[in-house]
């Protein structure tokens, strides 16, 4: 099922993002086209209702950003890897009912670059996908709240559920970050791209790399995602 959204008369992907949303649901897939209208300028959209069917669309064409539901019958615990692993550098922005911070940090740790809650407000999804489509990832508000109230206090380790491992809070308090890596965590923190951190700051992108780098090593985080997640519960940002 393929859908031209916003205007395309070749009736090919062209120059438009080529998105694909997979959802066993038509509803919500047709909700999320017509949010989809309104976030983007151009846009060329497939949708399916499986697992299976998702992997034969990215073998046969590319993608910018796949939306997937988590809770499709026929998906697994491998499912966002198998699907990331298809997509060939296409963004994956996890769509679910389930919105507290464990299932959030699985879906990033698993390679997602993105959580979306089907709560959202066409508003909400639309901020989402701008960032993610540009490079940045997107984290809930109401997830990171949740991993406040329920951040484990052991020390280095796997957590039980699969999510990020929970770093030393003695080590958050010895990062020492400066007040530019405070800058650059707060923009992290919102989602931004490098190239965004960059316009905002009024910095080159190499430098707000090299900062991110910093924060991530001080933080003691894996990833960018990871040492946002970690800033917030140790309320740094």
Not at 60 to 83: F, K, N, Q
Not at 86 to 101: C, N, P, Q, T
Not at 107 to 128: F, M
């Amino acid at each position: 099922m393929d859908t031209i959204v916003s205007t395309d008369p070749s009736g090919t992907k062209g120059d438009a993002t080529a998105i694909l949303i997979v959802d066993d649901h038509a509803t919500v897939r047709s909700g999320l086209k017509l949010m989809i209208d309104a976030a983007l300028d151009k846009a060329w959209v497939r949708e399916c209702a499986s697992v299976g069917e998702a992997i034969e669309h990215l073998a046969e064409a590319r993608y910018d950003l796949v939306i997937l539901d988590m809770l499709l019958p026929d998906s697994d615990a491998g499912t966002l890897e198998a699907i990331g692993k298809a997509a060939d550098g296409a963004r994956v922005l996890v769509l679910s009912m389930i919105e507290d911070s464990d299932a959030v940090r699985r879906a990033l740790d698993a390679g997602a670059s993105g959580y979306l809650p089907k709560s959202a407000s066409p508003a909400v999804t639309a901020h989402a996908l701008r960032i993610v489509l540009d490079g940045g990832v997107y984290i809930p508000e109401q997830a990171l709240r949740t991993g406040q109230e329920t951040r484990p206090s052991h020390s280095p380790a796997l957590d039980p559920s699969g999510g990020f491992p929970t770093p030393d809070p003695h080590a958050v308090d010895r990062a020492k970050l400066t007040r530019m890596q405070l800058k650059v965590l707060s923009e992290m923190a919102r989602g931004a791209s490098n190239k965004q951190i960059a316009d905002t700051l009024d910095l080159s992108v190499s430098t707000v790399k090299a900062h991110v780098g910093a924060v991530i090593r001080k933080l003691e985080a894996r990833n960018r995602t990871q040492a946002v997640l970690i800033a917030q519960n140790s309320r740094i940002v």
